[in-house]
């Protein structure tokens, strides 16, 4: 489906029963309004992965791996420069199965009535139509290629401008771009448009001083039909090429021709009404680094604030539409599908997300072969989102899709919002010795507001140890074929709250749980029951490695990694009576441990 074919992203496998994605950094920032996966490529100066103890640093939210995404600044040199990137192409399925014809299905389904146990024992087709479907010479006994009647290439392109440039003060980096994506079917009322604006500045107003500004926009359009690619798929391939899809000579959609209600002629298009799915978001930070030698050489100050803020429209509008049978005779009937004229589903949602966060950094060294640096964090976020949703059927008329048009009596309503938050404290120590034999402590106090007061914050460490053994002056002088290689071993204490917020607080929802003098009456039920003893997922990584690069021109890297999950939560494989009004928590109670190569 053109919009919604984002990739799963894994790192090292799966090694918990929960929640297995990654945490996503964006220029510093955690789960960004917009994700990842539809950053404009051209946008991206670089990605790197977190998998060992290094990942440590980003706490309760990196048991499963950490991608640090770092968009495009503007380059030193003074030059303004422009580029433009674009591309057109088409996309077919990699592979689709190879259908019967028709006279092949008619007997297949002959030999399934007269030798399957329980079958009528009747062959559905005669020797003679059989025949009809083989010959092609009459229109009313055809062999529909679906493939070739509802499937072609897909147009997509992509393109990108951007301009970056620097003075004395000043550097930026600016882009726009587009991207279009068409679905695989003839006469699609599917598709994806994207919108994307990009602007990075840096100003320097001295040498101790540098403030940077980020703004990013995107805007994602996504249309489809009412039947979505997946049910579209599955009644394509078990569509029954004995039968027409438009009555010959007219282009009236043939009733046989349905699966469901779903005709391919009517199902791929927004005669039976369309679904639309506007999200926009933004990104927005202020950052401040400040050099104090004046104060303490190698002592420097960072702080930045960054919103991000996501805003969904979605609207789903079903319209009667119609098949059409055949009396034989060349006369046709019309049969309605779907609501009485029409109906509308729609929702918004608004997200808002605000990041703080200031750093000390220290950084020296020592007899000119210690160096050592270090720093300490904090950082503070907080998210709201609310929702919004009404619907109605019986419209005036299809032609007005907006919700006033529908009949008041039909009408339906909800809302919600929830808030969330977390208070972080990390810091981390480097220590290399000459640069060959190297330490590193990391650490991060974190809380989150999905445990209770008791187990809300969790303290994560993870230590580095390298030893470049090809810094070493035997190995420089008795083997020259080996241009580099490193050593390393490392564990980390990793969390993982990635979990349904709030279980240490019983939890009611409304509904309508009693009939009373002929009605339902609104009351509240038990959801869930409380765990009050909730706590972190946690796992411990082990890792060792080596890095070498030999001839030049050749890389070699090799790890080895054991992760051991504790505390994994899941649900007790007990039984509770249904008039207990209980419902199980999730428990602490999970194990699992991976390791690879």
Known sequence: EPGYDDAGLLIRGVSTTGNSSPLVVVDGVADRAGGFSRIDPNDIESISVLKDASAAIYGSRAANGVILVTTKRGQSGGKISFHYTGNVGFSTPTILPEMCNSWQYATLRNEIRTTVPGQSGVAEYTDEQ??????GTDPNYPNIDIWKKMVRP???????FS?????KTLSFYASGGYQYQDNYYKNSASNYNQY????????TPNKNVKIGINLSARQEDRNSPITGSEDIWRYLIKYDPCVNLVYPGTDYPTINAAQDSFQPLTGVTDIGGYQKN?????????TLHLETPYIVKGLSFDAGI???????????FKKKFYLYGSDGNGNYTPTAYGPTNASLDENMSYNTGITFNARINYKTTIASVHNISAFVAYEQYTYRYDYLQGYRENFVSTQIDQLFAGDKKTQSNTGTANEAARQNYFGRVD???NNKYLFEFNWRYDGSENFPKGNRFGFFPGVSLGWRVSEENFWKEHIKAIDYLKIRASWGEMGNDNVDKFQYITAYTFSNPAILNGSAQTGVWLNRTANPNITWEVADTYDVGLEAKFLRDFNFEFDWFYTKRNNILATRNAAIPEYAGLKLPDENIGKCSSRGF
Do not use: C, E, M, P
């Open 130 to 135: 059989i025949q009809k479907y083989k010959d």
């Open 154 to 160: 897909a147009l997509q392109t992509q393109h990108n």
């Open 163 to 167: 301009i970056n440039g620097s003075n």
């Open 196 to 203: 994307n604006l990009r602007s990075n500045l840096d100003i």
């Open 278 to 286: 506007r999200s926009t978001y933004l990104n927005a930070d202020v």
């Open 306 to 316: 960054y919103l991000d803020r996501a805003n969904t429209f979605y609207r789903n």
């Open 431 to 433: 220590y290399d010795y």
